[in-house]
């Protein structure tokens, strides 16, 4: 199926352990972007990449690893979660800035 | 200070009212105006975007970028329930972080019967 793809929808992890949310795309858009959406704080970037081997940080980086080995796949890992890093995350892609970007469905991440 | 700002109601109105909801921002390198909507437990999704300063319309909404004064907004004609969600602007910049699309806080827009 064409479209942006999130896994898993929902995930529950333990304080320290390492989680990956994946996120893959059948557009071949260039760009994709990671961004955690949480109550008064509204869609904050993560990461994103402009192309495959290409990623930049975002507002808020810090405890998150990404790669992008290849153009359709924008894996997102936390390293040690905290319960800090409970939120919902939200994975986005476009061909360039002109007409915006599409949104996956969200993964709901609760660290315990 | 963001680099976005979005008055943050929330905005609760009666159906048929016009409804504005509005953005300004600081860095003059946005190239790219947009709105989203996201209803709850759903993701964004895309309801206009522009590039240039004026008014463009779709519908019942209508997205008015002032470039001169670092300002846009989303005029919603006609609301419905329907049209009960949140609403997001976002702005893409250029130059050497060409591509990064920046929110607003978002609105919390409520139209009832």
């Known amino acids: 199926d064409a479209g942006i793809t999130q896994s898993p929808r929902y995930k529950i992890t333990e304080t320290g352990r390492q989680v990956t949310l994946m996120c893959h795309q059948t557009?071949?858009?260039?760009?994709m972007f990671w961004y955690r959406q949480d109550l008064g704080h509204g869609l904050r970037l993560i990461y994103y990449?402009?192309?495959?081997?290409?990623?930049d940080k975002g507002e808020v980086p810090d405890g998150y690893v990404v790669s992008r080995s290849k153009t359709e796949n924008f894996p997102l890992t936390l390293e040690s979660a905290t319960r800090s890093q409970t939120s919902v995350y939200f994975c986005?892609?476009?061909?360039?800035?002109?007409?915006?970007?599409?949104f996956g469905s969200g993964t709901r991440l609760t660290v315990v | 200070q963001k680099e976005v700002e979005q008055d943050p109601g929330p905005l609760s109105v009666p159906e048929g009212a016009i409804v504005s909801l509005n953005c300004t921002y600081s860095?003059?390198?946005?190239?790219?105006f947009m709105w989203y909507r996201q209803y709850s437990r759903k993701g964004p999704e895309l309801l206009m975007y522009?590039?240039?300063?004026g008014n463009k319309e779709d519908g019942r909404f209508t997205a008015q970028v002032d470039k001169s004064s670092k300002y846009i907004s989303l005029f919603i004609r006609d609301s419905q329930p329907s049209d009960s969600a949140t609403y997001l602007c976002?702005?893409?910049?250029?130059?050497?972080?060409?591509?990064?699309?920046?929110f607003g806080q978002g609105t919390i827009l409520t139209v009832h019967p």
């Open positions: 860095n003059s390198a946005f190239q790219y």
């Open positions: 522009t590039y240039s300063s």
């Open positions: 990449s402009a192309a495959a081997d290409i990623t």
């Open positions: 557009w071949s858009h260039s760009y």
């Open positions: 976002a702005m893409i910049s250029g130059g050497t972080s060409y591509g990064k699309l920046t």
């Open positions: 986005a892609s476009g061909a360039d800035g002109s007409r915006g970007y599409t």
